[in-house]
């Protein structure tokens, strides 16, 4: 495969897929089931308004989506409650299969909806968007919809407010040009192909999630592509310009606890596959300092990136979706 | 829903269960109440806002949907008869810059963000109503003419509203302005009314002998003083709002630069009238002494009217409150009304629900009221639909 060729092919902007009402005749044809999942953790500023807009443009006036959940990771504000309010399903992730206990982190969520949802596609949209628009979710469907051998679909944000040149630089967030795109450059050349590997808004068909684990933490994402790209190739994923989106910023610290947990889930990934030999036993700890006047302290991190195995293998999931 | 009427009062029996009823839009009102306020839309610059009401009336099957050589955005719900017409209004633009975050932040109970009530709302009602209408199954005898207005605020002097009105051939029976805040406005009548700005300009020049002496801020405090000295009558109610004052640059600079924006109410125009031919001659009286380059011009104006609070029309209004239990806070108005008024058309502007901080970039409207507010417009319409609103001939 030549990685031009495939940005060429597999790099679409959401503009193309502006007739919403073409695409679900295509979805009823197929006959899709599409569930949208919000992963939530105390997000009462935002996730009102991603309901309202999802369940109002592509649910009331077009029916592209069949049912839009909240997971929640236990939200201490009203989160769940405004959820409701607008007409949401809402989950709370420890009352999903809690045979397997409660872990924390986004991609506990995400696994979890795999199971309680029912979606032939599953589209993950994160609740912290300000200028959330229906293109968040129809954008990244429609590549799954018109295309069947595209599987894993991953949002990228690209829109210069004013540039006067031809050429103008673009690319991921912080961890993403500093940690991601260098290790995917040593260990995944053709994975850098992706703009923005660890956007979180991305659709997935079910026969792909089913089939690939989840790390809980900050890996997730970085996890989910190599898994895919191993599984299925660089063909079944494509990625698409959802324009600007605007959400709040990180502390540069907290860039560093993500950074760290996507290293460890990186590392093993790459030690499993074979691509790295076999590596020491990885500390959970990160260390950062903080100061108070003259003096220098280290403050330790816990930060545990387990994995949930592979949703097919769990005989819950075989019963409730009928798999042999 | 029933929507042939033999008297009011039938309309009235309808209204406890209206706004309960009208909770079931709430998903399609909200959404287009955040696609419509955060595309910006400052006056002279609504185009894009209008363009996305004028795509919801597509959707929604109106005809002639268009916009004119205003901007303006417009669309019709046809009637069973051809003849008869009501015209229904909100403004587009919104008092913020196209650079101010527009962002809307929705909670359980409220919603929050630049112009949500001023008037995004009421652009979001009309976007709406279509899909009322058709989720109650209400068809009504008049066509409904769904107009986004361009260029209402400020120096936009209702530009937009006047141009469809000159130009238009439609017949109207009767207007309704739709604007977000309050529940329970009531405008019917409008003041005579003109907003002035006043610049005061002096040479770049510094004079180091004058400097604490002379500046454009001190020649312009001698403008305010002299139009604070305009004895101003309690009856016609007349007043002079100084709205808004810039000038200078920094603590130690001579100022070269002021301004001064005010608006001058009365329900009398002669008095209004009056008070532009002393402010014109305060400028006079004033520039000499303080070589300043002084200029007056006005920005916008209203000429008063209004129809009778004994109009069926407004008794319609104030029955339909009183049966919501809202209370009617009936005031002049500025607005779209006033256009509509003036021209000799029955028309009343109505708000729909409460608001705080309006014109801050934290204004912020209450959810719940809305579906009162709804209500309350929807039981207007039906009222003069069925020519309950009409005077005896």
New interface residues.
Partial sequence: MNLNDWIKNNTIHHSQFWDIKKLVEEKEKQDLKISLCLPTLNE???I??EI??F???LM??YPLLDEIAVIDSGSSD?TC??AK???ADVYLSADILPQYGEKKGKGENLWKAVYELTGDIIVYVDADI????PRFAYGLVAPLIYRPEVHYVKAFYDRPLAFSQGIRPSGGGRVTEILTRPLFSLFFPDLTGLIQPLSGEYAVRREVLDKIPFPIGYGVETSHLIDVYEKWGMEAIAQVDLDQR?HRNQETRDLGKMAFGILRTFLYRAEALGVIGKLPELSTMLRQFQASDETFEQVAYEIVEEERQPMIELPEYREKFGIE | MKTKFSNIDEIMDLLPALPGQLTGI???L???L??LS?IPAPTFQEAARVKLLLQRMD?CGLHNVSTDEAGNGVGIIQGKNPKRNILLVAHADSVYSEKADH??????DEIIGPGVADNSLGMAALATLPSILDMLDIELDANLILLGSTKGLGRGNLDGLRFFMENNRIPFEAGICVEGEKLGRLSYTAEGMFRGLITCKLPEELEWQRAGQNSAIIALNDVINRILEIPIPRRPRTSIVLGAIRGGKSFNVMATQSSLRFEVRSQNSEIVQSIRERIDSIIADVASPHNADIEFSVVSSREPGGIDVGHPLVKSCRQVMEKLGVQPTIRPSMSEVSELIARGLPAVALGLTEASNLHDLNETIRIKPIYTGLAQLLAVLLAIDGGFCNEPE
């Fill in positions: 009462e500023k935002t009102g308004k309202v807009m369940k109002s443009e009331d006036r009203s409650e405004i309010t607008f007409g300000k200028n959330i628009h605007v | 709430q998903e399609t909200i959404a287009n955040i696609m955060e959707e962002t809307l932040s929705v909670r359980a």
